[in-house]
């Protein structure tokens, strides 16, 4: 039940959300039905209705019967040809970005550069160490991820 009275447009509102209160605690606590209003009798119908577990529970194998229900329907329609499409404009896109990058870098490197020397302080060898060591942990994991063979199953999957 929330004890805290949300604010409300308009008194019609309010009015429904206190019947619906009143007939969840008249509910709650089992006082006589006859002394509430039609509207807060209907609240106490519906309370008691969601109160009673459902009448027929659902079966054993649910999961398996909806999981066979949308299987047939949860196979992709993408051809291969699409696919290959996919694959071309995803390659032009990075491609883009590389020449772009490129691009900035011959154009605008003395600005960059000088604005990067005084951002970052002098760095010292020990503080490099760690950004080095995480960058040769991803390496090493993505060179050891390209040299698995196809089709074998990831070993923490």
């Known amino acids: 039940?929330?004890?805290?009275?949300?604010?409300?447009?308009?008194?019609?509102?309010?009015?429904?959300?206190?019947a619906q209160e009143r007939a969840m605690r008249a509910e709650r606590l089992g006082l006589d039905a006859n002394r509430d209003d039609a509207r807060v009798q209907r609240y106490r119908l519906i309370t008691r209705a969601l109160r009673q577990p459902p009448a027929e529970a659902l079966p054993a194998d649910f999961a398996q019967q909806m999981a066979a229900q949308v299987a047939p329907h949860a196979v992709s329609a993408e051809t291969p040809r699409e696919r290959r499409l996919e694959a071309t404009l995803f390659t032009?896109?990075?491609?883009?970005?590389?020449?772009?990058?490129?691009?900035?870098?011959?154009?605008?490197?003395?600005?960059?550069?000088?604005?990067?020397?005084?951002?970052?302080?002098?760095?010292?060898?020990?503080?490099?160490?760690?950004?080095?060591?995480?960058?040769?942990?991803?390496?090493?994991?993505?060179?050891?991820?390209?040299l698995k063979p196809r089709g074998q199953a990831h070993p923490l999957a």
């Open 1 to 18: 039940m929330n004890h805290d009275t949300p604010p409300f447009d308009d008194h019609a509102s309010e009015r429904e959300w206190q």
């Open 92 to 146: 032009c896109v990075i491609g883009i970005f590389v020449i772009a990058g490129a691009a900035t870098t011959v154009l605008y490197h003395l600005d960059w550069l000088a604005t990067l020397r005084i951002a970052l302080p002098a760095l010292d060898p020990q503080a490099i160490r760690w950004p080095l060591a995480f960058a040769g942990c991803l390496g090493l994991s993505w060179l050891l991820g390209k």
